[in-house]
């Protein structure tokens, strides 16, 4: 499986990219599509299909590397803002199996929709709550 992914092959140099920035752990690339200008993507070297099967090490890492880059990208292409996002599964909008952190860029008036406001009623958060606090504890 590890041997067909896309993301395993520009980790390992095989597929170009344009590479920000790369170390032992992970390789951080500018996404192909950008959703806005300077969009990048972290990509851990070892193959994990989502955050519930990366290791810890890479877990806590990513979010460094993040603060990091982040922090270039706000500073060299004057951002006024940073998105952070990461998909898990298809149907979280997920298209490549092999765990990705979005650092998205964003820009005053620039119009991205991320994360559309829904609704809910009291009865149901309490009914969410109630399951996910029991499964936590
Ligand atoms: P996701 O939808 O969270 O799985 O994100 C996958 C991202 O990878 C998308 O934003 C794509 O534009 C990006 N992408 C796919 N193939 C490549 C590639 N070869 N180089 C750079 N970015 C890519
Ligand atoms: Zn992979």
Redesign the pocket.
């Known amino acids: 499986m590890a041997d067909m992914c896309?993301?395993c092959k520009?980790a390992n140099g095989e597929?170009p990219?344009?590479c920000l920035y790369e170390d032992e752990l992970v390789k951080v690339?500018?996404?192909?599509?950008?959703?806005s200008k300077g969009?990048a993507?972290i990509i851990p070297k070892r193959h994990a299909k989502d955050l519930f099967e990366l290791d810890e090490e890479t877990k806590a890492y990513v979010l460094q590397v993040a603060s990091k880059v982040g922090a270039a990208l706000k500073k060299t292409l004057n951002a006024d803002g940073i998105n952070i996002?990461?998909?898990n599964g298809e149907a979280?909008?997920?298209?490549?199996?092999h765990f990705?952190m979005?650092i998205i860029p964003r820009y005053k008036g620039d119009g991205l929709q991320l994360f559309p406001s829904g609704e809910s009623t009291p009865e149901e958060l309490k009914e969410i709550r109630d399951k996910v606090v029991a499964e936590l504890n």
């Open positions: 896309i993301f520009i597929i990219s344009n690339i500018l996404d192909l599509s950008p959703a969009h993507l996002m990461q998909n979280a909008g997920q298209t490549v199996m990705h979005h």
